[in-house]
């Protein structure tokens, strides 16, 4: 079983910035950011496949940065430009089995998953 700790969510006016960060207890091949907003479904935010091969989703990107660092077996998300639509709970996501690039932004991907850290964004 892969453990996932995520950390440095908080809260941040518009316009600010974030960088979360999650560690992971093993090398793991695929890694990634979802976000729950309250109420509304996880959805996928950014994934790293571990071979300096990205995907965003498409209301971050520009604003958003994902990179790792494996030898620390840790995944970050550098956030810019927050605004109040970025308000959620952000679940970092890692899986081993192998899978589809169109894929890895799809919560069915990943089996193992952080217990999130919070991030509000004020206007």
């Known amino acids: 079983q892969v453990q996932l700790v995520e950390s440095g969510g908080g809260s941040v006016q518009a316009g600010g910035s974030l960088t979360l960060s999650c560690v992971a207890s093993?090398?793991?091949?695929?890694m990634a950011w979802f976000r729950q907003p309250a109420g509304k479904e996880r959805e996928g935010v950014a994934a790293h496949n571990g071979a300096d091969s990205t995907t965003y989703a498409d209301s971050v990107k520009g604003r958003f940065t994902i990179s790792r660092d494996n030898a620390r077996n840790s995944l970050y998300l550098q956030m810019n430009s927050l605004q109040p639509e970025d308000t959620a709970v952000y679940y970092c996501?890692?899986?081993?089995?192998?899978?589809?690039?169109?894929?890895?932004?799809?919560?069915?991907?990943?089996?193992?998953w952080g217990r999130g850290t919070r991030v509000t964004v004020s206007s």
């Open positions: 093993e090398y793991i091949v695929h």
């Open positions: 996501a890692a899986d081993r089995r192998p899978t589809f690039w169109s894929r890895l932004l799809q919560k069915k991907t990943y089996n193992f």
